[in-house]
């Protein structure tokens, strides 16, 4: 029985409440209007400065950013290109426009705008490291490391150009130059909390203890990010600490409730090392809740059951997950002891 161990994979975490009673849902509505008070209180003063000044091409440049952020991309190009008909030789402009086909998965038309960015300006530190990022998407990483080297060159104060070596480092295989650059990374920004994650997640797969520092590090950076917090867990159950495992994970689902991992990690220590099989099956209950098609939950309650002696729930969680994968081996295995045991 393993449990889940993503060391590459950056979570993206999100946490809400449900509520039962009317009273509940309509304060839940008042916080959400008053979250978005501010944000339409900056589209207004962006849509002003456009009234009072149409013939600026930086007005439309910061609507479009604004609408990007909002996830509004057809607006975004509308603005942007009108920015660059005002002014077609700004390289943040066209810095701009790339970031919006990156958006659209257009990544073509994106290199095209970096190099139109970079063409007006060679010294444009976002549109070379933009241009190492996208290169790594592609796997190119000749260009990556060469525009790496050409931000570097202009300033050697450079975190996030020694970010994206280590990251094409770490994806070629090359751990040793992927830490030093992460670590030049985290020494020239001490708030680089992906940085902290990646040299954890790094020392993390070598079993080096050094990783429960970088992830105790990242919390302090971004106490209200999930990732960290599962990482460190996995230091310390790696390390089998197990009262400091569970602390970190439910810290972790505090934060994050629908983070599946936690529960299910809470799930295996309950079921591994402490043997309480009703808290076990509690915790993969609720991952499976969150992803009805988490096979390894479905096996381990199914196995929790199966300790407990209620061999119908047991069955019904082992064929369970062999519905989502057929041939499940350990599955197979499950059901053919539970034959054996009812013969």
């Not at 996030?160 to 090359?174: C, K, P, Q, T």
């Not at 499976?288 to 199914?302: I, K, M, Q, S």
Request: with cysteine; aromatic share 14%.
């Amino acid at each position: 029985m393993k449990y889940f161990i993503p060391f590459w994979i950056l979570f993206i975490l999100s946490g809400f409440s449900l509520f039962s009673c009317r009273q509940d849902g309509e304060k839940k509505t008042t916080q959400a209007e008053q979250q978005q008070a501010p944000v339409n209180a900056e589209l207004e003063v962006l849509d002003a400065n456009i009234v009072s000044d149409s013939l600026n091409p930086e007005n439309y440049y910061l609507r479009s950013r604004y609408y990007l952020e909002q996830n509004d991309i057809n607006r975004a190009l509308s603005d942007i290109s009108k920015a660059i008909q005002l002014n077609e030789n700004k390289s943040d402009y066209f810095v701009g426009l790339s970031d919006i086909y990156l958006a659209m998965g257009r990544i073509p038309n994106c290199l095209e705008s970096l190099k139109k960015a970079e063409e007006l300006d060679p010294a444009n530190n976002s549109a070379l490291l933009k241009l190492a990022e996208v290169y790594l998407i592609l796997k190119d990483y000749a260009n990556t490391f060469e525009y790496t080297k050409k931000a570097l060159e202009l300033d050697r104060i450079n975190p996030v150009a020694h970010f994206i070596r280590g990251y094409a480092y770490m994806e070629l295989g090359d751990s040793s130059l992927a830490i030093m650059n992460f670590q030049v990374a985290a020494d020239q920004d001490q708030n680089y909390y992906s940085a902290y994650i990646e040299l954890g997640s790094l020392y993390l797969a070598q079993k080096n203890p050094l990783a429960s520092g970088y992830f105790q590090t990242a919390t302090r950076i971004d106490p209200n990010r999930g990732e960290a917090y599962y990482l460190l867990g996995m230091t310390y159950q790696e390390q089998e600490n197990i009262p400091k495992a569970v602390e970190t994970y439910e810290k972790l689902l505090v934060i994050s409730p629908d983070f599946k991992e936690g529960h299910y990690n809470l799930g295996y220590i309950n079921l591994v090392y402490i043997n309480d099989f009703e808290t076990a099956i509690r915790y993969f209950t609720q991952a499976v809740a969150l992803d009805p098609e988490y096979t390894d939950a479905y096996f381990n309650r199914g196995y929790s059951y199966e300790l407990m002696g209620d061999y119908m729930n047991a069955r019904k969680d082992y064929q369970k997950a062999l519905e989502i994968v057929p041939n499940y081996e350990r599955s197979i295995v499950g059901l053919n002891r539970l034959d054996s045991l009812l013969q």
